[in-house]
């Protein structure tokens, strides 16, 4: 998928599983979508996110 990281070789990008959870989706919906994950591969894809996050410094915006 041209480098972008992926839950276990499933070609499934760990970017939209995130966005999935930003968007209020149950680990069971996303179950539903995406029939060949598994529980452990949702939590696997916000801990991912985590570290990559934590990696690098973010500015912060300011309120207008």
Request: with cysteine; aromatic share 4%.
């Amino acid at each position: 998928m041209g480098g972008v990281p992926c839950i276990r070789g499933l070609r499934i990008p760990v970017a939209t599983v995130v966005g999935m959870v930003a968007d209020g989706m149950s680990t069971s919906d996303i179950l539903a979508a995406y029939p060949d994950l598994e529980a452990e591969d949702v939590a696997e894809a916000l801990h991912y996110a985590a570290e990559a996050v934590r990696e690098r410094e973010l500015p912060l915006s300011t309120p207008s």
